[in-house]
């Protein structure tokens, strides 16, 4: 499944691009779905940045709902490598539950729009049902195109929620950056 999302932001790019590189921990109070992101590893380089975030969700499930759920099945870890020349950033995501069968990864570009940011985020979600650890076959590549589907149809309203939360973020800090 192809993902794609193109948002509009009314903030300069160095303002929303560091905001996303630098600051997501910061917004988890904003963002509904998610408990709690771990900044574990952060490595600087010349003009970029490597990181490991693990992304804790299911705030707005329910926590009796959440008990029957493994954290496994609401947790994820984002490796990312942010190019600052070009306001790039290659991402890969590894769910905890079933790692081995999903692929999602893809890129995010900031691009200058007057005093606005144009996010586009372009990339792929394959669940390969062999990889699907004690399902029959015939019943793992409907499970997984189920899956597909059902990630799918939440992959793009999740980035268009993360940058309004990110525009929502920048209008309380007046647009400024630390």
């Known amino acids: ?3 794609f999302s193109q948002v509009q932001l009314p903030f300069p790019r160095e303002h929303v691009y560091r905001t996303y590189r630098d600051r997501l921990p910061e917004l988890v109070n904003w963002m509904p779905n998610v408990r709690e992101i771990e900044v574990q590893e952060r490595k600087e380089l010349p003009q970029a940045l490597e990181m490991v975030l ?4 299911g705030g707005e499930i329910p926590a009796a709902a959440r008990a029957l759920l ?10 990312t490598h942010w190019d600052d020349r070009d306001y790039l950033t290659h991402w890969r995501i590894a769910p905890h539950a079933f790692t081995e069968a999903i692929d999602c990864q893809g890129e995010n570009q900031f691009i200058a729009a007057g005093d606005s940011t144009i996010i586009t985020s372009r990339g792929h979600l394959r669940i390969d049902p062999k990889r699907i650890p004690g399902v029959p076959l015939f ?17 793009e309203p999740n980035f268009q929620q993360l940058a309004a939360t990110v525009a929502a973020f920048l209008r309380t800090e007046g647009g400024q950056q630390e």
């Open 70 to 79: 493994s954290e496994a099945m609401l947790s994820w870890t984002d490796y």
């Open 1 to 3: 499944m192809e993902i």
């Open 139 to 155: 019943l793992a590549g409907l499970i997984a195109r189920a899956v597909e589907e059902y990630l799918g149809q939440r992959i």
């Open 54 to 57: 693990v992304w804790h969700g």
